[in-house]
């Protein structure tokens, strides 16, 4: 069984940063791709960044260039570095974990529990 703790979220000034962190435990094996993503009030959830096992990172184009998604291996955890933040980030961010089900040959799910992002002044 895969579980994901997620921290970091707050309060933040628009302009400023915040740094979440989620930490991935269980049995962790083969291909796999970790992420983050958010949904704000009223709106769909929304890819932010991935980044897989080989170390490929993909970003949503409304964060390009102010977040940047890394991971630690050796303490299987992603963190995701928000900088520059806008009003319109304001959201709920779960923290994503897909790992690759070889018996089904498809991807299998994991979902933190989320942690809330608010930019406003």
């Known amino acids: 069984q895969v579980q994901l703790v997620e921290s970091g979220g707050g309060l933040v000034q628009p302009g400023g940063s915040l740094r979440l962190s989620c930490v991935v435990s269980?049995?962790?094996?083969?291909?796999?791709?970790m992420g983050w993503y958010r949904q704000a009030p009223g709106k769909e959830r929304e890819l932010v960044a991935a980044?897989?096992?080989?170390?490929?990172?993909n970003y949503a184009n409304s964060v390009k260039g102010r977040f940047t998604i890394s991971r630690d291996n050796a303490e299987n955890a992603v963190y995701l570095q928000m900088n520059s933040l806008k009003s319109e980030d304001t959201a709920d961010y779960y923290c994503?974990?897909?790992?690759?089900?070889?018996?089904?040959?498809?991807?299998?799910?994991?979902w933190g529990q989320g942690t809330q992002v608010t930019v406003s002044s």
């Open positions: 980044i897989d096992n080989g170390g490929s990172r």
């Open positions: 994503n974990f897909k790992l690759w089900n070889m018996v089904v040959g498809g991807w299998d799910d994991f």
């Open positions: 269980g049995s962790i094996f083969s291909n796999y791709v």
